[in-house]
């Protein structure tokens, strides 16, 4: 079955640790999202990628870092610059069209924790 | 800046009541508008959608919502609610004129349903 997949599903880090949150998708779809997601917040944007090779900082990007290397893949990395990671993370994709903000596929997600 | 309000953060309700969910945008040119759920620890999934045409829009699992472009609202309603309903809605819009491939998300409203 075609969908995203994300991993782990929960991360635990370490004072001034680096950690990377894994996001496959085999819907053959262009765009790529990540999402912070904080009890009572919402969603925010923190990076998305329209095509390989090339991406774009999202609201709240500062303290985190990604890579889009392969169609199918857009790891993100949350570094030790960001002082407050705990969230719960959501990764997601869409056909790269016009509309490309037509309907978002989401993974399930990765809740992240510091130690 | 697009804004996105949800006037409720948790509705309670019992099962078989009709239900309504509010979602008011800030915005000058003509939103693209979503409603999306999500259970606990998983991620989005898409309820329904209006871009344009008629402003009744019917989605999956028995919603619906209206558009008022006068009141700014994107309401989304059920007749009878299924205990399975429990669960957060997030009302989210596109800025069709920009050409944005971000959604901004409201805050959420959680859903619990009375047996």
């Known amino acids: 079955d075609g969908g995203i997949t994300q991993s782990p599903k929960y991360l635990f880090r370490k004072e001034g640790q680096n950690v990377t949150l894994s996001c496959e998708q085999n819907?053959?779809?262009?765009?790529m999202y990540w999402y912070r997601q904080d009890p009572g917040q919402g969603l925010r944007l923190i990076y998305y990628?329209?095509?390989?090779?090339?991406?774009q900082k999202g609201d709240i990007a500062e303290g985190y870092s990604v890579s889009r290397e392969k169609k199918e893949s857009f790891p993100l990395t949350v570094t030790s610059a960001q002082k407050n990671p705990t969230a719960f993370y959501l990764c997601?994709?869409?056909?790269?069209?016009?509309?490309?903000?037509?309907?978002?596929?989401f993974g399930s997600g990765t809740q992240l924790s510091v130690l | 800046a697009q804004s996105v309000t949800q006037p409720d953060i948790h509705i309670t309700v019992s099962e078989g009541a009709s239900l309504e969910l509010r979602c008011n945008y800030s915005y000058g040119a003509t939103p693209y508008l979503f409603w999306y759920v999500q259970s606990p620890g998983q991620g989005l999934q898409l309820l329904l959608k209006y871009f344009s045409g008629d402003t009744l829009v019917q989605g999956i699992k028995g919603f619906e919502a209206e558009f008022k472009r006068s009141q700014s609202s994107f309401n989304l309603r059920k007749p009878s609610v299924h205990w399975s309903d429990a669960a957060e809605y997030f009302c989210a819009v596109v800025d069709s004129g920009a050409g944005s491939y971000q959604l901004t998300f409201g805050k959420g409203t959680k859903l619990s349903v009375i047996p």
């Open positions: 997601a994709s869409s056909t790269s069209t016009g509309t490309a903000y037509e309907k978002l596929f």
């Open positions: 990628s329209q095509i390989v090779n090339d991406f």
């Open positions: 819907l053959n779809h262009d765009a």
